[in-house]
């Protein structure tokens, strides 16, 4: 925990409804008296607007794609450390944090360079939140959302964005998924998996907001 919140960084594959749960979670647990504050990556500092603009073009090496997302996400992180100093929340959501960046990097290198031979997700983070341990918030807790890749690419329809391409790429979101699974794998302790299936979205804001409550509590005693 960061003072007196429980970090929750929220992940997964694009048109998951990530951002749709978390927000519905958000209002349960308010509902139930707790206080919450959200922050999303990347963010409105220079070097979020940089990756937003540089970062997204085609022809941008995936390897400075990555660099510069990282990159804010150590920005983001004191301005997330201000909010709970000042507002001393229970939970703090992130929107997609540092780990996103290594897994999209990760699945760019290998879907647009062909590499294989990377290091794993976990010695990848290892590595950074090492070097980043005065600047980094440590997650409490990751929740990855996934859904099926019909439902995924419904949800996108219609969706405007730089990232579109990508974003609809079955092939890329697949290695995405893999990369987020063996995290998984590695962390079972630190990690909610969840399928974000239609009409299942206040069954599993209640499901989660149950576990996120259960998970600060233990945290906390």
Known sequence: MKGSAFVVVWEGTDGSGKTTLMKR????LKRRGFS????KTPGSSP????AVSYGNRPNTSPLTRMLLFLANTVDESSKMARKIDQKTPHFLFIDRYHLCSLVYGLALLKHRR???DLPSINEMLRLVENMGRHDY???DLYVIIDVGEEERL???RGKRGKEKVLETDTAFQNIVREIYDQFAAANPH?????L???NRLEELSQTLAEKLIELRSKATH
């Open 25 to 28: 979670v958000e209002h349960i």
């Open 36 to 39: 919450v504050i959200t922050h």
């Open 47 to 50: 070097s979020g607007k940089l």
């Open 114 to 116: 062909g590499l294989q």
């Open 137 to 139: 918030l440590p997650p």
């Open 154 to 156: 419904k949800r996108l």
């Open 190 to 194: 630190m990690v909610y998996k969840a």
């Open 196 to 198: 974000n299936e239609a």
